[in-house]
């Protein structure tokens, strides 16, 4: 209490004829003379009795009749008690009466308010420890009006070395109230709270505003000079302990009878009520542990069960598209350490196992041979239905569908990457390194996906738009990335786009060449070198084809109108030497005369006729009409043996191999087209659906068809047998060989001298976008160049120095 105090003394004289004491004043008007003096103290006797009106005047204050108290008189009492010195009495007594006040507190507002304890209802709990929480807050709130209408001087505690009234009346809190030695008021707060804690946990209603009054008591009052509270150290510790336990239970409980999502669901709302408790009325800074403690709980004890569950698990999510719950699983595991890895292997796995039953699924056709057709055998006109494509086989709808399937595949977990796992880049990474895996485990997958690019790039696709067409080969050059075995594709592309351009059935040149400029994008300009190279050579070939004509306009034209390409080897995937045929005597004169022209024009280059690349129109008459059938070069010359024939004469299948000189599977494959397809233009005895060497044949006279024009057995695309694999392979064994030879070879002429290990590394990361060569492979052919002098060994036997 501040006393300060003012003292003024006037000097005064005596009046001679009244005897009053009045100035003295002199004739000139003498000035009044001030004297300062120090006030009179008060004396001992009056000691006690200040100290009894300010005892009395404080309990007045706690007794909330402040309003009688004069506030100048209450004053005069401490001043007069300070300035004798005795202020230790003032401070003392204070504090006396306030621990006085705060027992009495306790002792009527507090004990008779602890809860009972003895009821099992939850509204009744919850309502008793609202009662008692207000209680404590309504003696917290008095304590401290009655504080602030105490003042102590602060002169006096810094000069005596004790505690602020005010941080002696918070203390005295703590000590007579929370910490109370009569009362178990703390063991009530803290099981109060935490009893409404878990009834609001339960789903019951509590009063949170009450809840905050008393929790915010606890964090005001301090326990030592670093700040730790009353809420720290007694009901924090408690409750972090109580939710362990309940959430360790909770976890257990919701396994027992929840599927994954609806646990989720669960996990993520206790999540966010925890959260939003803290921030209603428990501390922010418990809401960490707090969160820790709901991690190490409901979330990473239960992640490999959550995503394995069955029926509902990871898998189940995804078949059935259940996106919101993918994307909460994504945020729940994002929360632990272990979480995201855990789903990026769990995802990797789904991918890769839905990827090998992809795989498996081609594995039936494997066995089977190209151009098989299921064939009905003939009806009384000659007539019969074919129940496949002739032009295709299982295998070939089999191939496409495995793209097809990769495709949609990579769609659905493309969709599930940006929406629900908001385009993680470690699950996307883990998402490549599945595909990837289970695409190059197929060892036909660069073989299918040519034959899925080169179906969308034929003529007649219908129900699909360029703009479709292209949005498909978009998507199929994100599986051709996956592919290592690039210049596999490269040979198997460069096939059927000979097929396409040759048989004129691209879709559209523009079509083809964006997708060669997507192919150059991803490998460079020396994979697509050759397939443009193509493209030359065809439009070479108009301008040939254009003169050609010219020519023939000048000199005796032969009997066949004849259309040539003409191919730069170097260029076209001619894997073989044109097969043996002998052409009739009307094709040998037409052969003879454009060779005639074009070597005139080109001399030293040398022509090799390519016949079971081509194919021909031949006018055909039979009894009914004449019709345009469209057949191969090879069905053309067997066609050509039947025109000179009489009615009913037989050709044996040995007649028409001696007369044609073709190989047994060519003449079977065209023999096939033309007598057991759809379109039966010779009869087959017996008849049956495959050809024999037994078998023979007749011109059926009685063929009819709706149609004037007629494509029988034209050359299509189709799957490899297992021995034309097996070629492939070869071929393309060999052209590594060579790559990688070069590719030595251009590493050492550049650096002269490499060691063993940096020139193995060096010589992968260049072939790595063709292929991946094997270390045993690269060792065999560097052996090879040291023996051919191209490279020698160092004296330390690890390195390598480059040979002029």
Same mark, same amino acid.
């Given at each position: ?7 003024? $003394? ?45 005892? +009395? ?34 401070? &003392?007594?204070? +504090? ?49 009006? /009655? ?34 030695? !009569? ?16 009834? =609001? ?81 428990? $501390? ?24 394995? #569950?069955? +029926? ?56 089977? =041979? ?36 990769? !495709? ?22 883990? #998402? ?35 703009? =479709? ?43 083809? &060449? ?8 991803? /490998? ?7 397939? =443009? ?40 995937? #001619? ?25 005139? &024009? ?27 059938? +469209? ?44 007598? /057991? ?29 709706? !149609? ?34 070069? /590719? ?23 072939? $790595? ?36």
């Amino acid at each position: 209490m501040p006393w300060q105090y003012n003292c003024v $003394s006037v000097i005064m004289g005596s009046d001679p004829a009244s005897g009053a004491d009045c100035p003295k004043v002199t004739a000139s008007r003498q000035k009044l003379k001030t004297k300062i003096r120090p006030p009179r103290p008060p004396t001992d006797a009056n000691h006690n009795e200040n100290w009894a009106r300010l005892a +009395n005047a404080v309990r007045e204050i706690h007794n909330h009749n402040a309003f009688r108290l004069s506030y100048e008189e209450t004053y005069r009492h401490a001043y007069n008690l300070v300035i004798a010195k005795h202020g230790d009495i003032v401070y &003392r007594g204070v +504090n006396d009466l306030i621990m006085e006040n705060l027992d009495k507190l306790a002792k009527e507002e507090v004990a008779p308010a602890f809860p009972s304890g003895g009821s099992s209802d939850p509204a009744h709990q919850s309502q008793e420890g609202e009662v008692f929480l207000k209680a404590i807050r309504k003696v917290w709130d008095d304590h401290l009006r /009655c504080m602030r209408q105490l003042k102590q001087d602060k002169f006096y505690t810094r000069a005596a070395n004790v505690p602020e009234i005010w941080d002696a009346g918070l203390t005295h809190f703590l000590e007579h109230i929370i910490l109370s030695k !009569l009362y178990p008021i703390k063991n009530h707060i803290t099981s109060t709270i935490l009893r409404q804690i878990q009834l =609001e946990r339960n789903d019951y209603a509590i009063n949170q505003s009450a809840m905050k009054s008393c929790v915010d008591i606890l964090l005001d009052l301090s326990l030592d000079k670093y700040g730790s509270t009353v809420y720290n150290k007694y009901l924090e510790t408690e409750f972090l302990k109580d939710s362990e336990v309940f959430y360790k239970a909770e976890g257990e409980r919701l396994m027992d009878m929840c599927d994954t999502p609806a646990y989720l669901a669960r996990a993520e709302t206790r999540f966010v009520s925890e959260e939003l408790r803290t921030l209603h009325y428990l $501390s922010a800074k418990t809401h960490p542990p707090l969160r820790r403690i709901l991690e190490s709980t409901l979330l990473t004890p239960h992640l490999t069960a959550l995503i394995n #569950m069955p +029926n509902s698990g990871l898998d189940s999510m995804i078949d059935n598209g259940k996106m919101d719950d993918l994307a909460r699983m994504y945020r729940l595991f994002c929360m632990v350490e272990i979480g995201l890895p855990t789903l990026r292997k769990a995802l990797k796995d789904s991918i890769a196992q839905r990827g090998k039953d992809i795989n498996q699924s081609t594995r039936g056709t494997e066995a089977e =041979e190209p151009g098989d057709e299921d064939i009905e055998q003939p009806d009384a006109k000659g007539k019969g239905k074919a129940t496949g494509k002739v032009t295709g086989s299982n295998a070939v709808v089999s191939a496409l569908k495995w793209v097809d399937d990769i !495709l949609s595949l990579k769609d659905k977990f493309d969709r599930i990457l940006k929406l629900p796992f908001n385009g993680d880049m470690t699950i996307q990474v883990s #998402m490549v390194e599945a595909f990837d895996s289970f695409i190059n485990l197929n060892p036909r997958a660069p073989e299918f996906i040519s034959l899925f690019i080169d179906d969308h790039l034929k003529k007649g696709m219908k129900g699909k738009t360029d703009e =479709e067409v292209d949005v498909i080969l978009d998507k199929t050059i994100t599986v051709f990335r996956f592919i290592t075995e690039k210049d596999v594709f490269e040979r198997y592309y460069k096939g059927h786009l000979a097929k396409r351009l040759l048989l004129n059935r691209s879709t559209s040149d523009d079509a083809e &060449r964006g997708m060669l400029a997507k192919l150059k994008v991803e /490998c460079g300009y020396q994979f697509t070198q050759k397939l =443009e190279g193509m493209f030359h050579d065809m439009k070479l070939s108009v301008d040939t084809q254009n003169a050609y004509k010219e020519y023939l306009s000048g000199v005796n034209p032969p009997a066949i109108d004849l259309s040539v390409i003409v191919m730069t080897s170097t260029f076209w995937p #001619m894997n073989h030497p044109s097969a043996t045929c002998t052409f009739a005597p009307e094709m040998i004169q037409a052969c003879r005369s454009f060779e005639s022209f074009y070597l005139r &024009r080109h001399s030293g280059r040398k022509l090799t006729w390519q016949p079971g690349l081509g194919n021909a129109d031949v006018r055909t008459r039979f009894k009914a009409r004449t019709h345009d059938l +469209n057949v191969s070069t090879y069905a053309l010359v067997i066609l050509l043996l039947f025109e000179d024939l009489k009615n009913n004469e037989v050709l044996t299948y040995q007649d028409i191999k001696s007369a044609t000189q073709l190989a047994d599977n060519e003449l079977k494959r065209n023999l096939q087209s033309l007598a /057991c397809a759809k379109y039966k233009v010779l009869k087959k005895h017996p008849p049956s659906r495959d050809i024999s060497s037994d078998d023979s044949f007749t011109f059926n006279e009685d063929f009819t068809a709706p !149609l004037q024009r007629i494509k029988i057995g034209t050359i299509a695309t189709k799957v490899e047998s297992t021995e034309e694999r097996r070629e492939t392979r070869d071929r393309v064994e060999e052209e590594r060989k060579h790559q990688i030879d070069a /590719c030595v070879v251009r590493i050492m002429k550049d650096r002269k001298q490499m060691s063993h290990n940096d020139l193995l590394t060096e010589v992968v990361r260049q072939l $790595s976008s063709r292929f991946q060569p094997q270390p045993q492979l690269l060792k065999k052919r560097i052996e090879s160049l040291i023996e051919r002098e191209y490279l020698d060994r160092g004296q330390d036997r690890k390195s390598y120095t480059y040979m002029a």
